[in-house]
C-alpha cells in the first residue's frame, strides 16, 4: 500500500495497546480506543487536560509515588531524547462511578521521543500495559506468592532507585566536565576569528575535540585543532593535556611540523592520547603564508577571494603515537590573499558512516562557495546548518574560521 494511501490516524486508534500522545508540557494530544476502554476515560475527559490532573496520585495514600515516577520518567525523555522503560507501578485510579474511592492499579510503562527537524523533543509518545488483573491472581494463589510478588517489586524499585541515583552521578559527571573544558579551551581574541564546538548527542556535552589561536612573534598566529578518540570526561581530560602541550610547543619550535613532533612525543606518555589527530598552522601576514602540517587529520581548508577552495593537504602524516619509532613529520606552505577565509574542523563536520571522505570534503567545498564573502561568525553558522545532521549528531565538531 503507497505512504499516500495509509490513514494513520486511523491506525492510531486501532493499536492494540494502551497509547496516548502527550505535549512537553505533558498534555494529553490524543489518545487511542484501547486507552480509552482500559482507562475507563472519555476522550473529552482527557485530550487537551494534564496528564496528572486527570490521573493524580491517590491522596489517601501518603505512600503513592505513581505519579512523582511517571513525570520523572517523562522529563528524562525531555531532558535526553531517548526512551526510557519505567519499573511496575502501582497507580492507583480513582472510581468514575464512584467519586473518592480509589482503585488498585498496576501500570507498565515505556515514554519514547518523537523528535522534530532540529532534533528537539515535539511529542511523548505514552505507552501503557495494564497488568492489574495479572498481579491480583498471582496474588490469589497463596502467600508464598504475594510475598515474591512484593520482593519482586520491591527489587524493582530498588533497580529504578538505582538508575536515578546513576543518573545524578552522570549529571554531576558532566558538571565537571564542561568545568574543565571551560577553563581548558581558549578564549577568541582575535578580532578576524570565529569559533564552533558542538558535542555529540549523548555525550556530557564534551567531548575530545579541540581548538587552539595563539599570538606568535611577529604578525603571526598559530591556528589548531585536534581530535582524541572519545567522549566525555576522560578524553575532555585528555584533551587538555594535549592542546596544552600543543599551544606552548607552537610558542617555541620552528614550525608546524616541529610543534606536532613535539607533541607525538608527549602523546607517548599520556594514556588516552594514541591515534589522536591534530593539525598546526601558521598564518603569517607579513609574508602572506601559512605553513601548516598535520597528523592525520582532515585538510584545513582555504577559501580564495575569486571562490575557489584549496584543501592543504600536502603535509599529511599519521596520527600521534601511530608510528613505534620517531620520524620527522612533514610540513609545507602556501600562499593568501587579503579577504581569503581559513576553515579548520574536525571530522565530525565532514564525514558520515559508509560514504568517502571526498564526499563531505565536496560537501564543505560547496558550502563555502555558497557563503563566499560572508563574515566569519555568519559563516560559522551556515556551515553548521549546512552539513550537520538535523537530528543527532553522533560525532563532535569543532570549528575555527579565520578571516585573512
Not at 520518567?73 to 525531555?78: D, K, P, T
Not at 558542538?198 to 589548531?224: E, H, T
Not at 545532521?389 to 585573512?404: E, H, K, N, R, S
Request: charged residues 25%; hydrophobic residues 40%.
Amino acid at each position: 500500500m503507497a505512504e499516500a494511501g495509509i490513514d494513520y490516524s486511523a491506525v492510531f486508534q486501532a493499536l492494540p495497546g494502551m497509547i496516548a500522545l502527550l505535549t512537553p508540557e505533558m498534555t494529553y494530544a490524543d489518545v487511542n480506543e484501547e486507552f480509552l476502554r482500559i482507562s475507563g476515560r472519555t476522550r473529552g475527559l482527557m485530550v487537551g487536560r494534564y496528564l496528572f490532573d486527570v490521573f493524580p496520585d491517590n491522596p489517601g495514600d501518603p505512600a503513592a509515588s505513581g505519579a512523582r515516577n511517571l513525570r520523572a520518567s517523562l522529563q528524562r525523555v525531555l531532558a535526553t531524547g531517548e526512551r526510557d522503560a519505567m519499573a511496575l507501578q502501582r497507580y492507583d485510579v480513582e472510581s468514575l462511578e464512584r467519586p473518592g474511592e480509589w482503585e488498585e492499579r498496576y501500570w507498565s510503562t515505556v515514554n519514547a521521543p518523537v523528535l522534530g527537524p532540529d532534533g528537539q523533543v515535539v511529542l511523548l509518545v505514552h505507552r501503557v500495559e495494564e497488568v492489574t488483573e495479572l498481579i491480583k491472581a498471582r496474588g490469589s494463589r497463596g502467600s508464598r506468592t504475594q510475598v515474591l510478588e512484593a520482593e519482586l517489586y520491591a527489587r524493582a524499585r530498588e533497580l529504578q532507585e538505582g538508575n536515578e541515583r546513576l543518573r545524578a552521578a552522570h549529571a554531576r559527571e558532566r558538571e565537571v566536565a564542561l568545568a574543565l573544558q571551560d577553563a581548558m579551551l581558549p578564549a577568541i581574541g582575535h578580532h578576524r576569528a570565529a569559533v564552533r564546538y558542538q558535542p555529540a548527542v549523548g555525550s556530557l556535552n564534551v567531548c575530545g575535540d579541540w581548538y587552539d589561536l595563539v599570538d606568535l612573534p611577529g604578525d603571526r598566529i598559530g591556528v589548531a585543532v585536534g581530535d582524541v578518540v572519545g567522549h566525555g570526561l576522560q578524553a575532555a581530560g585528555v584533551m587538555g593535556l594535549l592542546r596544552s602541550a600543543l599551544s606552548a610547543a607552537s610558542r617555541v619550535a620552528e614550525g608546524p611540523a616541529q610543534a606536532l613532533e613535539v607533541l607525538g612525543l608527549y602523546a607517548r606518555s599520556v594514556e588516552g592520547a594514541e591515534n589522536t589527530t591534530a593539525v598546526e598552522t601558521c598564518v603569517d601576514w607579513d609574508t602572506h603564508t601559512i605553513t601548516y602540517s598535520s597528523a592525520g587529520h582532515p585538510p584545513p581548508a582555504l577559501l580564495h577571494v575569486d571562490g575557489t577552495v584549496e584543501f592543504l593537504d600536502q603535509a599529511t602524516d599519521p596520527p600521534l603515537g601511530a608510528r613505534p619509532e620517531h620520524i620527522a613529520r612533514p610540513q609545507a606552505t602556501t600562499t593568501f590573499t587579503e579577504g581569503d577565509t581559513l576553515v579548520l574542523y574536525t571530522d565530525g563536520l565532514i564525514e558520515r558512516r559508509h560514504e568517502d571522505i571526498d564526499t563531505g570534503l565536496g560537501r564543505l567545498a560547496d558550502s563555502l562557495i555558497h557563503h563566499r564573502g560572508t563574515a566569519p561568525e555568519a559563516l560559522a553558522d551556515a556551515l553548521l546548518l549546512d552539513l550537520l545532521p538535523t537530528v543527532g549528531t553522533t560525532d563532535d565538531t569543532a570549528l575555527v574560521i579565520v578571516q585573512l
